[in-house]
Protein backbone atom coordinates (compact mmCIF):
# COMPACT_ATOMS: atom_id res chain seq x y z
CA UNK A 1 0.00 0.00 0.00
CA UNK A 2 1.19 3.30 -1.00
CA UNK A 3 0.76 6.69 0.95
CA UNK A 4 1.32 10.01 0.49
CA UNK A 5 1.19 12.15 3.41
CA UNK A 6 0.85 16.33 3.30
CA UNK A 7 2.21 18.76 5.95
CA UNK A 8 2.77 22.39 5.15
CA UNK A 9 -0.13 24.67 4.11
CA UNK A 10 -2.05 27.43 5.87
CA UNK A 11 -2.81 31.10 5.89
CA UNK A 12 -0.71 33.73 4.52
CA UNK A 13 -0.79 37.30 3.36
CA UNK A 14 -0.59 38.17 -0.30
CA UNK A 15 3.15 38.59 -0.97
CA UNK A 16 3.64 36.17 1.44
CA UNK A 17 5.52 32.42 1.16
CA UNK A 18 4.85 29.26 2.13
CA UNK A 19 6.02 25.73 1.45
CA UNK A 20 4.12 22.64 1.35
CA UNK A 21 5.60 19.17 1.68
CA UNK A 22 5.10 15.64 0.56
CA UNK A 23 6.22 11.83 1.81
CA UNK A 24 5.43 9.00 0.02
CA UNK A 25 6.15 5.77 1.80
CA UNK A 26 4.90 2.01 1.02
CA UNK A 27 5.63 -0.48 -1.88
CA UNK A 28 7.09 2.29 -4.94
CA UNK A 29 9.53 -0.21 -7.17
CA UNK A 30 10.25 3.16 -9.05
CA UNK A 31 8.45 6.82 -9.62
CA UNK A 32 7.63 8.75 -12.67
CA UNK A 33 6.80 11.38 -11.70
CA UNK A 34 5.55 13.62 -9.18
CA UNK A 35 3.72 16.86 -9.32
CA UNK A 36 1.29 19.32 -7.25
CA UNK A 37 -2.01 19.88 -8.18
CA UNK A 38 -4.83 22.69 -6.54
CA UNK A 39 -8.16 22.99 -6.49
CA UNK A 40 -10.18 26.14 -6.06
CA UNK A 41 -14.05 26.28 -4.87
CA UNK A 42 -15.85 25.56 -7.78
CA UNK A 43 -13.42 25.15 -10.19
CA UNK A 44 -11.72 22.04 -11.96
CA UNK A 45 -8.43 20.29 -10.34
CA UNK A 46 -5.35 21.52 -12.08
CA UNK A 47 -1.65 21.14 -12.40
CA UNK A 48 0.44 23.66 -10.59
CA UNK A 49 3.83 21.92 -11.11
CA UNK A 50 5.29 18.80 -12.10
CA UNK A 51 8.74 17.01 -12.32
CA UNK A 52 9.66 14.21 -13.98
CA UNK A 53 12.51 12.19 -13.83
CA UNK A 54 14.30 14.40 -10.78
CA UNK A 55 14.90 16.40 -14.24
CA UNK A 56 12.72 18.04 -16.19
CA UNK A 57 10.09 20.44 -14.19
CA UNK A 58 6.72 21.74 -15.21
CA UNK A 59 4.76 24.77 -14.15
CA UNK A 60 1.53 26.26 -14.75
CA UNK A 61 1.81 29.84 -16.56
CA UNK A 62 0.47 31.19 -13.47
CA UNK A 63 2.80 29.86 -10.81
CA UNK A 64 6.01 30.45 -13.44
CA UNK A 65 8.27 31.73 -11.64
CA UNK A 66 6.84 32.24 -8.27
CA UNK A 67 6.67 28.58 -7.40
CA UNK A 68 9.64 25.88 -7.32
CA UNK A 69 9.07 22.41 -7.33
CA UNK A 70 11.96 19.54 -5.90
CA UNK A 71 12.27 16.45 -4.95
CA UNK A 72 14.72 14.71 -2.27
CA UNK A 73 14.99 11.07 -4.04
CA UNK A 74 16.67 9.38 -0.19
CA UNK A 75 13.38 9.93 0.95
CA UNK A 76 10.54 9.92 -1.32
CA UNK A 77 10.13 13.16 -0.43
CA UNK A 78 8.33 16.26 -2.57
CA UNK A 79 8.34 19.87 -2.16
CA UNK A 80 6.70 22.87 -2.89
CA UNK A 81 8.20 26.59 -2.26
CA UNK A 82 5.75 29.21 -3.12
CA UNK A 83 6.95 32.14 -3.36
CA UNK A 84 4.96 36.17 -3.91
CA UNK A 85 1.61 34.61 -3.25
CA UNK A 86 -1.56 35.81 -4.17
CA UNK A 87 -4.92 35.17 -3.44
CA UNK A 88 -6.15 33.24 -6.62
CA UNK A 89 -3.42 30.56 -4.83
CA UNK A 90 -5.80 29.65 -2.65
CA UNK A 91 -6.94 26.45 -3.08
CA UNK A 92 -6.74 22.78 -1.60
CA UNK A 93 -3.72 21.60 -2.90
CA UNK A 94 -2.52 18.11 -3.21
CA UNK A 95 0.67 16.10 -3.86
CA UNK A 96 0.60 13.04 -6.90
CA UNK A 97 2.83 10.50 -7.70
CA UNK A 98 2.41 8.54 -11.16
CA UNK A 99 4.60 4.94 -10.38
CA UNK A 100 5.38 1.44 -10.52
CA UNK A 101 4.08 -0.59 -7.42
CA UNK A 102 4.10 -4.97 -7.54
CA UNK A 103 0.51 -4.59 -8.63
CA UNK A 104 1.52 -2.36 -11.87
CA UNK A 105 1.42 1.15 -12.60
CA UNK A 106 -0.56 3.22 -10.43
CA UNK A 107 -0.92 6.84 -9.41
CA UNK A 108 -1.93 8.45 -5.59
CA UNK A 109 -2.89 11.24 -4.39
CA UNK A 110 -2.37 13.11 -1.08
CA UNK A 111 -5.25 14.15 1.74
CA UNK A 112 -4.69 17.65 0.26
CA UNK A 113 -3.80 19.93 2.30
CA UNK A 114 -5.63 24.01 2.75
CA UNK A 115 -3.69 27.14 1.54
CA UNK A 116 -5.49 30.74 1.82
CA UNK A 117 -4.00 33.91 0.17
CA UNK A 118 -5.70 36.88 2.63
CA UNK A 119 -5.08 39.94 4.00
Known amino acids: QVRLVQSGGGLVQPGGSLKLSCTAS????????MAWYRQAPGKQRELVAQ???????VYSDSVKGRFSISRDYNNNMLYLQMNDLEPEDSAVYYC?????????????WGQGTQVTVSS
Open 96 to 108: YVDGMTELGPSDF
Open 51 to 57: INGGIQT
Open 26 to 33: GSIASIYS
